[in-house]
């Protein structure tokens, strides 16, 4: 089944089970004042149909990936757009965007690749408070 989604629809997919992930995904719903971003775990049916839709990987949990006005964005490139709807000074790390994608992603991979053994993982999926629950999608 082909899930179908405005243009305007912004999408974080992210590692249900990453403890580092889960807190990010706190802090984006905690910064996101306009309530633009919705969620979903890579590991949910919806998420998988996203990947498989965007032609992205469905047994590769190392990125969060951000879908925006259509398009996904994966690794470093989706964690700067995300800034860009974030109350306060977040938005400022958008101006990382000029750092060449190699670089931000070796970065990136770094942390991917050290998360659990650091930040430790879940044995479920977050469950999100029900005033936020109708921002998560399935």
């Known amino acids: 089944m082909k899930l179908t989604f405005s243009k305007t629809d912004r999408i974080i997919l992210f590692d249900g089970i990453c403890n580092f ?3 990010t995904v706190n802090m984006v719903i905690r910064n996101d004042k306009k309530k633009v971003i ?3 775990t890579l590991q949910s ?8 839709q965007y032609g992205l990987p469905v047994d590769n949990l ?9 398009k996904a964005y994966t690794k470093s490139t989706a964690a700067l757009r995300v800034c860009k709807y974030l ?3 977040w938005p400022l ?4 965007i000029i750092i060449p994608a190699f670089i931000r992603n070796a970065v990136y991979d770094f942390i ?3 998360r659990y053994k650091w930040f430790g993982v879940q044995q479920q999926c977050m469950i999100p408070s029900p005033e936020v629950r109708a921002r998560f999608l399935s």
């Open 112 to 114: 991917a690749k050290n």
């Open 38 to 40: 919705k969620f979903t």
């Open 21 to 23: 992930c889960n807190s």
């Open 45 to 52: 049916d919806t998420g998988r149909e996203l990947l498989v």
């Open 93 to 96: 790390l958008y101006g990382f």
């Open 62 to 70: 190392n990125s969060f990936v951000f879908i925006e006005n259509g």
């Open 87 to 89: 109350g306060g000074l």
